[in-house]
């Protein structure tokens, strides 16, 4: 029998979630025999788990709103560090892919004339996501899926994981992996490559992101010679679930702010009005009535400071705790319930505008939001950095590798407004499997197949289980998860860091020795152990890029740096691979922005 | 009851603020208990027991990692979210169908082991790991979502909130395929050849009261969907995490719909031409 199978496609897509799909699609349409990749069972990936909305400047709600505000918003959220053709872009063509995804089926809330409705959300000035109560990303992953399954170009490979990316000289040439259900290898051929893999949840202990999350695209891309960009960008979602043990990191929301929810510290005291950034002042209610207005779509009023951005209000709450004010587990309170001093019905109402919250809330803590605050603290929820691309076409520094979505750097810069991510996906997933279809098309034949490559990968990915000593794999994974969170979190200092990385290396040798017991049929012990290794590897990516930031900016956070500084405002950071494997930074310049796109970040204020 | 004008944001936080506290306390309680595991592959297997620790609040996943990184590295199992969003880590706890995300250990009696099978109308393949590729095979044998055009000059739609109320809670379903399962149809006499399921109802019924869809999956759903086959008891309904009500909203009228079309010509002829009516406007 032969050491692996062999599939030979136009357009190899890894990941389907939102931008996985998006651009699988898209290939199809241009004609392209396009393979997928689904480390679970299609439909499954983490875009399921996005509950607030997507971001699309329609002005369904506010005419106010268009691309440049959303523009604007965006790049004054990333603190200017994003890469702004991509913002661009984005702001743009944003509205289009969410009204193809109608056209596709999804059923979004609706305005009083019909419309798609918009909800308000941290970071953006006008109600501007489009959502379906609190299962967005449900609705967007199911109208994609179902789409594609009725595309006869997309062939659908689930449960497998790809172990690495196979290479013609500088171009890459096809993927190898394993379906977990038998553990039979198989090398997917390909023209172009497509990683849509999402992020690196899992290199912490508290976490958002489910076990698939390991920083899978990040590493293949960065073995493959590719370069990464801004990894020091780690978004810790304010609202995590804190309290029993076994929710710690589930997501909550930023849909309940956006609907009314306030924080409060253990004395109810609305904390976050006592530490506005001085770039919202001017677009943040001063008062609690003038907050209350706005979730409520009064347009003369501001918003409330709790839809500040996500960096800053998980370090406000971090404070709070810090500083001995916190809730009993470690967290603070949001409240919703405080509504029914505003609106009748109350309870009816947060059911129906915030369901899954509700489910969620009632049946994995025993607690009716409708009459209760909630106890969160923050959870590591999404990396803005990723595999540097181009702007446009989504390809990587490696000819025929293209990234969208979470895996991708650039559109978000330093913070990632919420909604965003969804958006992103859409736009950046078409554009990548557009370009990506191009770029097959206009690359002949199948490069020849490196078997010798493939062979070695097989033989490295199936050591752990001929070695007779060692220890399992997941004791490695739970240090490791220890280690960053404790010491590249929120809060960062050079010392702490410094730490990181010698644990890293030692980690990185003990993962060489794990020793996996059974076969290879469905053993998540084997799939420990090869996730292990790229979660190594963005983790130390991370370390390394924040190390060399000195200063405060965004989701990076510096104790020993508090302040924003200007030195560190004009470049992003790449890593990449060394001719004898260790990992080269080096500090890049932003490419100047266009003129016209400066206006408008200067008219925005 | 509910006292409206009483409680201050202050009042409440301090509120929730003693009942964590209390929450805390009643969790340094550290209980093991046994859980009974079905292991093995294909239909070679048997129950295993194990016994690990527990804390408060803890479901029936967390039991099974605990298990599964402390005492059977390969013990296979499909999970995802953790959350009750992803529909992954379907599973017959103590007999019953259900997401092992969303089964808190409490609820379940402390007297006697908690026994966790794989689910019964699908092959399995390890563990509690089961084929569930039946169920992508058979999406792809209902007809996709077709649009009329676009009625706005802005290329896109109007649709008002309560008419698409009805789609939206079929379109909840998170894909767990627990009323597969249950549904005897499928578990006990084994029609998947002739019958696609309450899952794929939904779907179809998610489609046909789509405000905007203009296809006709009727003929279909009887001739071949086996439609027929559903005798409504229910069973689906009662196991569903996201509390659609499958057999009454999507189900039931899906049924009328069929015996509209093949027992009422006369209704079916207006049927058409009000459908013809509305593509052309």
């Known amino acids: ?105 999804a059923v979004f809330d609706r305005t009083s004339d019909g419309r798609i409705l918009q909800r308000n959300f941290g970071g953006h000035r006008y109600p501007r996501l489009a959502h379906v109560g609190d299962r967005t990303g449900l609705e967007m992953i199911r109208t994609l899926q179902d789409r594609s399954v009725h595309r006869h170009q997309i062939d659908v490979h689930m449960e497998c994981t790809v172990v690495t990316l196979l290479k013609d000289g500088d171009r890459v040439a096809g993927a190898l992996g394993y379906d977990r259900e038998r553990g039979r290898f198989k090398v997917w051929r390909a023209k172009a490559v497509v990683l849509a893999t999402g992020g690196i949840g899992k290199a912490y202990k508290i976490t958002s992101n489910s076990w698939e999350y390991t920083g899978d695209g990040q590493s293949l891309a960065y073995n493959a010679g590719a370069e990464l960009m801004d990894m020091e960008f780690v978004q810790f979602h304010p609202t995590g679930m804190i309290w029993p043990p076994s929710v710690r990191g589930i ?36 008062n609690a009535e003038e907050g209350w207005k706005y979730t409520q779509g009064d347009k003369a009023s501001r918003r409330p400071p709790e839809l500040l951005t996500r960096d800053h209000v998980a370090r406000c709450i971090v404070r709070e705790v810090k500083e001995g004010r916190g809730s009993p587990h470690g967290g603070v309170f949001l409240d919703i319930a405080w509504i029914k001093e505003k609106i009748p019905n109350s309870a009816e109402h947060i059911k129906k505008k915030l369901p899954s919250m509700y489910h969620q809330f009632k049946q994995l803590a025993g607690i009716d939001i409708t009459t ?18 181009d702007g446009d076409t989504q390809m990587s520094t490696v000819a025929g590798l293209f990234a969208a979505g979470e895996v991708a750097a650039g559109l978000h810069g330093a913070n990632r407004l919420g909604g965003n991510s969804l958006s992103d996906l859409l736009v950046f997933g078409k554009r990548a499997g557009e370009h990506a279809a191009e770029f097959a098309k206009s690359s002949g ?13 097989i033989r490295e990915a199936l050591a752990p289980f001929e070695r007779t000593t060692g220890e399992a794999p997941y004791a490695v994974q739970h240090e490791l998860q220890s280690l960053m969170q404790d010491n590249v979190g929120i809060v960062r200092r050079e010392e702490e860091m410094a730490h990181a990385l010698s644990g890293i290396a030692a980690l990185k ?16 012990g084997w799939h420990t152990a090869i996730d292990l290794a790229n979660l190594l590897t963005v983790s130390e990516a991370i370390t390394r890029a924040a190390r060399d930031r000195k200063e405060s900016r965004g989701g990076h956070f510096r104790d020993d740096y508090p302040a924003k500084e200007q ?37 925005m204020g | 009851m509910d006292k409206p004008m009483q409680p201050s944001s202050q009042h409440t936080a301090s509120d929730a603020y003693t009942a964590a506290q209390a929450a805390q306390t009643a969790s340094a309680r550290r209980d093991k208990r046994t859980f009974s595991v079905w292991r093995g592959e294909g239909n070679d297997g048997k129950l295993v027991n194990y016994t690990t620790e527990v804390v408060e609040g803890m479901v029936v996943l967390d039991a099974i990692h605990q298990i599964q990184s402390d005492q059977a590295n390969d013990l296979a199992v499909r999970w995802n979210c953790k959350a009750g969003k992803c529909g992954s880590c379907s599973a017959e ?16 009696p402390a007297e006697e082991p908690v026994t966790v099978e794989p689910m019964r109308a699908f092959p399995r393949v390890r563990d509690l790991v089961t084929d569930v590729s039946w169920n992508f095979r058979v999406k792809k044998t209902v007809q996709e979502f077709t649009p009329r055009p676009p009625d706005a000059q802005d290329g896109t739609w109007r649709m008002d909130q309560a008419d698409v109320d009805r789609v939206q809670e079929f379109r909840k379903c998170i894909e767990c395929f627990l009323c597969q399962n249950v549904c005897h149809v499928l578990r006990d006499h084994h029609k998947h050849d002739e019958f696609i399921g309450p899952r794929f109802f939904v779907h179809v019924a998610a489609l046909e009261m789509h405000p905007l869809d203009v296809a006709d999956r009727v003929p279909q759903l009887s001739a071949e969907h086996g439609v027929g086959y559903c005798n409504i008891t229910k069973c689906c309904t009662n196991v569903c995490p996201e509390g659609i009500t499958i057999t009454d909203n999507a189900i039931i009228p899906l049924k009328e719909r069929v015996v509209d079309e093949y027992f009422d010509p006369i209704g079916k002829l207006v049927k058409i031409f009000s459908r013809r009516k509305q593509q052309a406007k």
């Open chain 1, 1 to 105: 029998m032969a050491e692996f199978e062999t599939y030979e496609f136009d357009v190899l897509v890894i990941g389907a979630g939102g931008a996985g799909l998006r651009a699988a699609i898209e290939a199809a349409a241009h004609e392209c025999k396009v393979g997928l990749i689904c480390k679970s069972l299609l439909g499954k990936a983490h875009t399921v788990m996005a509950e607030g909305g997507a971001a699309a400047a329609m002005g369904n709600v506010d005419d106010r709103d268009n691309w440049r505000v959303h523009f604007a918003d965006t790049m004054r959220g990333g603190q200017y560090l994003n890469n702004w053709r991509m913002a661009e872009l984005h702001a743009k063509e944003a509205p289009d892919r969410i009204k193809e995804l109608e056209a596709w089926g």
């Open chain 1, 251 to 286: 997501l909550v929301t930023e849909g309940v702010r956006g609907e009314g929810g306030i924080l409060l510290n253990k004395d109810g005291r609305r904390f976050m009005f006592d530490d506005i950034p001085d770039n919202y002042k001017a677009q943040t209610a001063d």
């Open chain 1, 372 to 389: 209760t605050p909630m106890e969160i603290g923050p959870t590591t929820h999404y990396i803005m950095g990723g595999v540097r691309v």
């Open chain 1, 445 to 457: 034949a199948l490069s020849p197949l490196n078997a010798g490559a493939a062979s070695a990968a």
């Open chain 1, 509 to 524: 040798e003990r993962a060489r020795h794990v020793r996996v017991e059974g076969h290879r049929e469905y053993n998540p």
């Open chain 1, 567 to 603: 030195a560190y405002a004009t470049h992003n950071t790449i890593i990449k691979r060394g001719a004898s494997g260790e990992m080269q930074l080096e500090r890049r310049a932003i490419p100047p922005m266009r003129d016209e796109l400066k206006a408008v970040i200067a008219e």
């Open chain 2, 93 to 108: 706890i103590n007999g019953k169908p259900s997401l092992m995300c969303m089964t808190r250990l409490d609820e379940l």
